[in-house]
């Protein structure tokens, strides 16, 4: 009995273990597909370029609604397939989120659809610190 019961967790030891390596290793291949397909800016950089692109919010409407970059506008990632379209390809692509995992994933996407000018903001929203704008 005691030897089932260690043999049993074990079992789940070794789930856990294949489950969080799988986690951990698609989080490291997106990261490497993001380094390879989109640039990361800082605060700064991302100021000095988004009057010449795009600048696209990634999170959900709320969230936009309860405060954005100035100039964005939101095609949230949950609706990004039906929006894309509205999406130009001669023109810089400014991504960002509440953090930047979103945003790689869609620089991904976008740059396997052709599209070459993208741009991330390397830590989100959330460390933005450029002018916003609140929907009344």
Not at 23 to 30: K, R, S
Not at 85 to 110: F, N
């Amino acid at each position: 009995m005691f030897l089932q019961a260690i043999s049993v967790w074990g079992v789940i030891d070794v789930i856990l273990i294949v489950v969080l390596l799988y986690i951990f290793g698609n989080q490291l291949y997106l990261w490497y597909q993001g380094r390879k397909v989109a640039h990361f800016l800082e605060n700064k950089e991302f100021r000095q370029g988004m009057h010449t692109a795009q600048i696209i919010d990634l999170r959900d409407k709320d969230n936009f609604d309860a405060g954005h970059i100035m100039g964005a506008r939101n095609v949230p990632f949950a609706q990004f397939k039906i929006m894309k379209e509205s999406i130009r390809k001669d023109m810089p692509v400014y991504l960002y989120d509440q953090g930047k995992s979103l945003s790689t994933r869609i620089a991904v996407k976008l740059h396997k659809d052709g599209y070459q000018d993208l741009y991330i903001l390397k830590n989100g929203f959330d460390k933005w610190d450029g002018r916003t704008k609140k929907k009344n």
